[in-house]
């Protein structure tokens, strides 16, 4: 029986309906629990680049705003999964935790389901098709080819 679901979540249509098919699993009277999970990609602007003249000490204050609203982005993303999950599941004894995480989308999927303990992982596919996926790598067929845990792909 799966108690403990990873769903990654990156805004995208088919990420947004593996967050609804994690949740109608789970919807059950038994306790179980959803982490659900984002990967914030920090993108500092070179606005305070002028060449040789450059102050380089305003490079540090641009990455921390970066990562501020990379995190801020990400933790909005989560919010509508949560809620959607919240109005899926209702009263039922199943708890939503969220997680913001920074580096490799598939690495951290892969290494917070195994620190999750969670028994299956669900993702959506990007549908980047056949040859941008293996020229860019996708993301489920890293997790899929790399993790012990089973994987719902979901498209």
């Not at 070179?46 to 990455?63: H, R, V, Y």
């Not at 909005?76 to 039922?92: F, H, P, V, W």
Request: proline content about 5%.
């Amino acid at each position: 029986m799966t108690d403990k679901v990873l769903i990654a979540v990156d805004g995208s249509p088919f990420s947004i309906r593996a967050v609804h098919i994690g949740a109608n699993l789970l919807n059950r009277n038994t306790p179980g629990v959803i982490v659900l999970l984002t990967i914030a990609k920090p993108r500092a602007g070179m606005e305070w680049f002028q060449g040789p003249i450059s102050d380089l000490n305003q490079a540090a204050e641009e990455e921390r705003r970066a990562i501020k609203s990379a995190f801020q982005g990400g933790q909005e993303l989560l919010r509508e999964a949560y809620g959607i999950c919240r109005s899926i599941l209702k009263d039922q004894p199943v708890q939503v935790e969220t997680v913001v995480a920074t580096g490799d989308p598939a690495q951290q999927i892969m290494e917070n389901a195994k620190k999750k303990a969670c028994d299956l992982i669900i993702l959506g596919s990007r549908g980047m098709g056949p040859l941008r996926g293996v020229i860019l790598g996708s993301v489920s067929r890293k997790v899929l080819n790399n993790t012990q845990r089973p994987v719902l792909i979901v498209k």
